[in-house]
């Protein structure tokens, strides 16, 4: 059969949500995660130097969890992931 698994839209949205809390706060910079396969990110990892710098954020290997399987940069946005190698 098949399963539908709606967590991950409940993880996106409260990461929305506090990402907004934080930027009404006057936070300009950050990496908020939530989990394993949800991050948000905004503003630089170096905002005094470059500001455009973004964030690095590691995609594990599903099957080798000792492994990156790619490194994407991140900013003003989000990622997410999924998978059956592990719950």
Request: aromatic share 6%.
């Amino acid at each position: 059969g098949v399963e539908i698994n709606l967590n991950s839209c409940g993880k996106g949205f409260a990461l929305d949500v506090t990402g907004a809390q934080l930027r009404a706060a006057g936070i300009e910079h950050y990496l908020w995660q939530g989990g394993n396969s949800s991050v948000v990110a905004y503003g630089s990892a170096q905002p005094g130097r470059d500001p455009q710098a973004g964030w690095v954020v590691g995609v594990g290997h599903p099957l080798r969890t000792d492994r990156r399987l790619a490194e994407v940069l991140v900013q003003d946005g989000g990622v997410g992931t999924s998978g059956a190698g592990f719950q």
